[in-house]
């Protein structure tokens, strides 16, 4: 292997860690969540709310709809779920 390489990875290496010690700072922390991070987490909720919504819209539907099904059944059928029946 050629020895080329090796001050370009080093340099790479270099700049990545200076980037990563100016962000470990506590101002830079507080603008990479307050510029970056809180709009990028805002949009997709924005984004995904109404599909929440609408799913806890048709699992209290559903719910409902079990419900009554099972009410129907119990209330029709009484005596398939009468003990003196069974013996």
């Known amino acids: 292997m050629s020895q080329s390489g090796s001050p370009k990875k080093e340099w790479?290496?270099?700049w990545i860690q200076k980037i990563?010690?100016?962000v470990q700072t506590d101002e830079n922390k507080k603008m990479v969540q307050?510029?970056?991070i809180d709009p990028i987490?805002?949009?997709v909720l924005?984004?995904?709310f109404p599909y929440v919504l609408i799913l806890c819209v048709l699992f209290v539907l559903l719910?409902?709809?079990i419900s009554i099904t099972l009410l129907i059944v119990f209330t029709r059928i009484p005596?398939?779920?009468n003990a003196?029946?069974?013996s």
């Open 12 to 14: 790479v290496h270099t």
């Open 20 to 22: 990563i010690q100016a």
């Open 34 to 36: 307050v510029f970056l």
């Open 41 to 43: 987490l805002n949009h």
């Open 46 to 48: 924005e984004r995904l």
């Open 63 to 65: 719910t409902i709809m």
């Open 79 to 81: 005596a398939a779920f």
């Open 84 to 86: 003196s029946s069974l």
